[in-house]
């Protein structure tokens, strides 16, 4: 397994707002006392490998001009391709994305009155302490997996698969944030890979259903909305042009997924399609490849 070096996460405080007003219009961060600081996004196509199944498998994310020479792996995954350039075989998703090129006022106004509203609470009344860990250790990245682990077996979803994610941070491409309140275990985490002008969610968690009470299950809701809005000010303030929220299901037929899509309605996602492919590299990959299509598995 491949994990990345122990270095000192670089993290940024969001700073509570002060003389915000009830009813008055959304005032963006930078006039609103927010601190922000980021690094350049990596801006290189960072290639992540990573074991599974006795497979080596690489992943490029946004990108789909293969390396030179090809990597040393059985296979090679395309992943979140909002364009690509090629004749290959491509699977098509659906993708929920935020253009952070916008002005951060209507970056705001895109979002639904409730999100703002929310997110002004949070703001103004729950002392929310942000932080944004850019090169995150082998250990932040264990506490990240075992909260979301915990949060996919409330919800009947995969564990995270913790050699890919180990990968990616090794890789550079890997960021983790966090939101938290005094006296509390932080209340919602988020991760992302961040690559080539982009950042795509990966996994979001937040433990709310733990909580009895209605005004702290309440307050994490807040939260959650809160480190998006963080998110995409670290994001833009690294460089990057668009905050991808990850595929849903646009029917909506389940009502957990149509929740989910109405969440990143509301602050501001519109859908966009974006493709991936898995190629082989090797004769392993190859067979690989052709049993995965008949078992219809997704790596």
Avoid at 85 to 94: F, H, I, V, Y
Avoid at 240 to 245: F, P
Wanted: net charge positive.
């Amino acid at each position: 397994m491949t994990r990345p070096p122990a270095q000192k996460a670089e993290a940024w405080r969001a700073a509570p707002l002060a003389g915000w007003q009830e009813g008055s219009a959304v005032v963006p961060a930078s006039q609103a006392g927010i601190r922000v600081s980021a690094g350049p996004a990596p801006t290189s196509n960072r290639i992540v490998h990573y074991r599974r199944g006795g497979l080596e498998i690489a992943e490029l994310y946004f990108v789909d001009e293969l390396p030179e020479p090809l990597p040393a792996a059985d296979l090679l995954r395309l992943v979140a391709v909002p364009r690509p350039t090629s004749d290959s075989a491509w699977s098509r998703r659906n993708m929920l994305s935020i253009d952070l090129t916008l002005p951060e006022d209507e970056l705001l106004q895109a979002m639904g009155r409730n999100t703002r509203y929310k997110i002004r609470r949070a703001m103004r009344r729950d002392r929310l302490h942000v932080e944004t860990f850019e090169s995150p250790t082998p250990e932040l990245v264990a506490t990240f997996t075992d909260y979301w682990d915990q949060f996919a077996t409330s919800k009947s979803l995969r564990p995270i698969f913790r050699p890919r994610l180990y990968a990616m941070a090794d890789s550079g491409m890997l960021v983790i944030s966090r939101v938290s309140h005094e006296g509390m275990p932080p209340l919602a985490w988020h991760a992302y890979a961040v690559a080539s002008g982009r950042a795509l969610l990966l996994y979001s968690a937040s433990h709310f259903r733990s909580y009895r009470d209605s005004a702290e299950r309440n307050m994490i809701g807040r939260a959650n909305r809160y480190l998006h809005w963080h998110d995409m000010l670290w994001c833009r303030a690294a460089g990057c042009e668009w905050y991808d929220m990850g595929g849903i299901n646009l029917a909506g037929e389940d009502p957990a997924t149509r929740r989910v899509t109405e969440f990143k309605l509301g602050l501001g996602a519109r859908p966009q399609p974006t493709y991936m492919r898995t190629g082989a590299v090797s004769a392993r990959g190859r067979l690989a490849k052709t049993l995965l299509r008949l078992l219809r598995i997704d790596l």
